[in-house]
């Protein structure tokens, strides 16, 4: 679902998705970015910098095509327990190519079911370099379904059929 950036720039999108595992296997595949360059499309780079109680700082370089550098992200996660068993992993940016990039993942079992997980992702993101905004939606709307495809092999889901 597309939402409104904020200013009105860049890209925002929620998305919903159900995974065919549990949230204890589900969880840690979001929460713990320094693996997210194992298996996050686009991902090269991946480091937990700091952790702190409920707070931890991550490190994050996304590929570009050729000839865009890199896109670099530090951003400040804060991890919270849900009623029901499920977790959130909130995210702003600290540093980086962004103007701006804040989001959030939500694991929960999926209605009361255990052995799956309604995975909800938020994100609202306006990179620094100068990208037309329709080009980021388009780039935005391949890159999710692929993203919910490998968080889920990585929890141990089968792969979906495409």
Request: hydrophobic share 35%; with cysteine.
């Amino acid at each position: 679902e597309r939402r409104e950036p904020t200013g009105g720039k860049g890209v925002a999108a929620q998305l919903k998705a159900v995974i065919e595992a549990p949230v204890s296997k589900v969880w840690p595949t979001v929460r713990d970015c320094q693996h997210f360059k194992e298996f996050m499309p686009r991902t090269g780079k991946s480091e937990l910098l700091k952790k702190e109680g409920n707070t931890m700082l991550c490190y994050v370089e996304i590929k570009m095509p050729w000839p865009l550098d890199a896109m670099k992200l530090e951003s400040l996660s804060t991890i919270e327990e849900l009623e029901g068993g499920g977790f959130k992993r909130s995210w702003k940016l600290s540093k980086g190519s962004f103007d701006h990039n804040n989001g959030s993942y939500q694991i929960e079992p999926f209605q009361g079911d255990e052995s799956r997980s309604l995975v909800t992702y938020l994100v609202d993101a306006k990179p620094s370099i100068a990208v037309p905004d329709a080009i980021l939606r388009k780039a935005q709307g391949k890159t999710l379904p692929d993203m919910i495809d490998a968080i889920g092999v990585r929890a141990g889901a089968p792969a979906r059929k495409k």
